[in-house]
């Protein structure tokens, strides 16, 4: 296997920051959808959907390049390891700031919202063990990672489900 560089790494991380941040912008909210009259957030919900999968899907694409190079060895390799793992952090708070953008209907939205809040927890401990001076420490962060995922995956179901998307591809 072939490890990436730091100059690499630097600039995949960048360079998903930026493609993935490109759907962010804007100084202005997005509107909110009226849940009193007119077309409410079932006509809206494919809209929605479509948003929240292209966000998603973009993320998990990254994450998946992160989280392959850790299973495939790079546990053993600690330079390699916390390139992935901070490229990961930057990658579910990217996730965060672009699903928060979605003006969701409240039922939706205060799911989205705590989905921020474990997601955004989940990404403090994949930062703290990007930033483990060794194996040792790094591997004691395996487990909590793991089991880290279970409440950011416990409402994207929800979230899926709401938005009327099959469940997600099983982690």
């Not at 909110?32 to 079932?42: C, L, W």
């Not at 993320?59 to 790079?74: A, K, W």
Request: net charge positive; proline share 7%; hydrophobic share 40%.
């Amino acid at each position: 296997m072939v490890r990436r560089s730091r100059a690499a790494c630097a600039a995949a991380a960048v360079g998903a920051a930026a493609f993935l941040s490109s759907g962010c912008g804007g100084a202005h909210a997005a509107p909110r959808i009226s849940t009193n009259g007119g077309p409410g957030p079932g006509h809206a919900r494919p809209s929605l959907a479509a948003r929240y999968l292209a966000i998603a899907k973009a993320g998990n694409r990254r994450l998946n390049v992160d989280f392959d190079g850790l299973e495939h060895g790079g546990w053993s390799h600690l330079a390699g390891a916390r390139a992935d793992l901070r490229d990961a952090a930057a990658t579910e708070r990217l996730f965060d700031r672009r699903v928060l953008h979605i003006p969701f209907p409240p039922e939706i939205e205060r799911i989205v919202r705590s989905l921020y809040r474990v997601n955004q927890a989940r990404a403090r401990l994949t930062a703290a063990a990007g930033r483990s001076a060794s194996l040792r420490v790094l591997h004691t962060y395996k487990g909590r990672l793991k089991a880290a995922n279970a409440p950011v995956e416990q409402r994207v179901k929800k979230i899926r489900r709401d938005l009327g998307l099959p469940p997600p591809p099983s982690s």
